[in-house]
C-alpha cells in the first residue's frame, strides 16, 4: 500500500518566521493530499488539501506545494505565530476513502 | 453542528476485559473510520465503514471488530482487551465517494492493565 513519510519529525522556528514541512508519498495512483494539525493533549482537524490537479494552493498563511513528478508535497506555513505550534500530519489518497498518514512534525513556534 | 462524538473518554480496563468505544456523527456521513494513535507511529486505520453493515479491515485489525447498525453511530469492540492494546483510539467520519476531509472525534484514551 501507500507510504506517506514526514521528514521531519520535529521543527522549530522563530515567530514570524516561515516553516515549511515536508512530505513524500511512494504509490503515484495518490492524487489527494490533506494536511491534518493536532493541537497538544487534542484531537486532529484538517487544515488545507492539494489535489493532483494542481501544483499549488493556498490558504490564507498555508501553501501547500504538490510535485507529482518527485512525489512529494510540503506544506508552508508564513508568518508562524504561537497557534501554529501543534503536530502536523501529511497524508495522500488514491481518491478513494482510504488515506494513509505520515507519522507527523512536531512544530514549535518560539516567541 | 457539525460533529463526531466518542464515549467514553477515557477508560481503565484489566487485561481479558471486554472493551466497547463508541462513536456517533451528526453530518449523515456515510464512511466511518477507527485509528488508534501511539507516541512515534501516528495514525494506524483499525476498521473502514462504508455504510451500515459494510466494514472492512484496516491495516491492524487483529484483536478488533466494529459494529455499525445505524449510519451515525460506529463501535468498536475489544473482545478480551490485551495489554498492548492502550492506546488513544479515534473515530473520525467523511462524505461518501471521497476523498474528503475526514471529521475526528475527540478520542478515547484506553488503558489495559
Known amino acids: 500500500g501507500e507510504k506517506v513519510e514526514q521528514h521531519e519529525s520535529t521543527l522549530s522556528v522563530r515567530e514570524g518566521d516561515s516553516a515549511v514541512i515536508n512530505c513524500t508519498y511512494t504509490?503515484?495512483?495518490?492524487?489527494?493530499f490533506p494536511w491534518y494539525k493536532q493541537e497538544a493533549g487534542k484531537s486532529l482537524h484538517f487544515v488545507i488539501d492539494?489535489?493532483?490537479?494542481?501544483d499549488r494552493k493556498q490558504s490564507q498563511r498555508l501553501i501547500v506545494l504538490l510535485d507529482k513528478k518527485a512525489k512529494r508535497f510540503s506544506l508552508h506555513i508564513t508568518a508562524t505565530q504561537p497557534e501554529d505550534s501543534a503536530i502536523y500530519f501529511c497524508?495522500?489518497?488514491?481518491?478513494?476513502?482510504?488515506?494513509?498518514f505520515g507519522d507527523g512534525t512536531q512544530l514549535v513556534v518560539k516567541p | 453542528d457539525m460533529k463526531v462524538t466518542q464515549m467514553p473518554r477515557y477508560l481503565i480496563k484489566r487485561m481479558g476485559e471486554n472493551v466497547l468505544l463508541e462513536c456517533g456523527q451528526d453530518?449523515?456521513?456515510?464512511?466511518m473510520y477507527w485509528y488508534r494513535q501511539d507516541p512515534g507511529l501516528g495514525l494506524q486505520l483499525i476498521y473502514i465503514s462504508y455504510d451500515v453493515d459494510s466494514n472492512s479491515e484496516g491495516d491492524i485489525p487483529k484483536g478488533y471488530r466494529v459494529s455499525r447498525k445505524k449510519r451515525e453511530h460506529f463501535s468498536l469492540i475489544l473482545d478480551s482487551a490485551k495489554t498492548n492494546q492502550t492506546s488513544v483510539y479515534f473515530c473520525?467520519?467523511?462524505?461518501?465517494?471521497?476523498?474528503?476531509?475526514?471529521?475526528f472525534g475527540p478520542g478515547t484514551r484506553l488503558t489495559v492493565l
Open positions: 492539494i489535489r493532483s490537479n494542481v
Open positions: 453530518m449523515s456521513h456515510e464512511t
Open positions: 504509490d503515484t495512483a495518490s492524487s489527494y
Open positions: 497524508a495522500a489518497s488514491k481518491g478513494n476513502n482510504r488515506i494513509f
Open positions: 473520525a467520519s467523511s462524505r461518501d465517494w471521497g476523498p474528503y476531509e475526514q471529521y
